[in-house]
């Protein structure tokens, strides 16, 4: 989030007061700012040792860092769905349908190997992408802010949440219909296992940019 250009002079002149950060920051929450906010607006200055307040360089969106966060996050998604889906195979070939086709059995094994492909393919991507994006952030800490970093991060936060509210209310409809087979307690289970590691990864990764932005 840019910072509000009368928020940002606010706290420059605060700072050139010598006026702590904690104190800057409680007044503006009393000012009715929101966090996120006077956080970015804190984070426009560096906490360096200077006469006067010393401006961050602002992070930029470029091309590059656009297609290396959208092939990150789109393996990402590619290898979530295909680790679904090659378990989802081995669960039906552990507990198969009685009511299933012959033709609905016989796809199964050509599945398994779509998924295997999909995994194959997307997620040495996935983790040699990680691997770089991980590197420039280590170097260089304000990529962090990257926007489209954040927007993606949070799309990703929506979708898992929504999966997750989806799969529960799923597994509860069923255990109050009183009928709850082990194949669907198993797929069940394998949705939210993958949905909720994401979703706890990508909840604590946010934190620990607002843990890093406010020290």
């Known amino acids: 989030m840019a910072a509000n250009e009368d928020l940002t002079g606010f706290i420059r002149e605060a700072l050139n007061r010598g006026l702590p950060r904690d104190e800057i920051r409680d ?16 984070l426009s200055f560096a906490a ?7 401006p961050r360089p602002r992070p930029s969106l470029s091309a590059r860092e656009a297609f290396e966060y959208l092939v990150l996050f789109g393996t990402l998604y590619m290898s979530a769905f295909s680790l679904g889906s090659l378990l989802f195979q081995f669960i039906n070939l552990a507990f198969p349908d ?15 190997r779509r998924s295997i492909a999909s995994l194959v393919v997307a997620t040495p991507i996935f983790l040699y992408v990680a691997r770089i994006n991980s590197r420039a952030i280590a170097l260089s800490p304000l990529k962090r802010t990257s926007p489209v970093r954040r927007w993606l991060t949070y799309l990703t936060l929506a979708i898992a949440g929504g999966i997750l509210i989806g799969d529960a209310t799923t597994l509860i409809y ?18 939210g296992g993958i949905t909720g590691t994401a979703f706890v990864y990508f909840l604590s990764d946010l934190r620990r940019d607002e843990k890093e932005a406010e020290a």
Do not use: H, Y
């Open 48 to 54: 360096v040792d200077f006469p006067i307040p010393v």
């Open 174 to 191: 069923n255990l109050l219909d009183g009928e709850v087979a082990a194949r669907f307690l198993l797929k069940v289970l394998t949705i």
């Open 98 to 112: 009685p009511l299933w086709s012959q033709f609905a059995m016989d796809a199964i094994p050509d599945n398994i």
């Open 27 to 42: 007044v503006l929450s009393r000012a009715d700012w929101s966090d996120e906010e006077v956080r970015a607006g804190l």
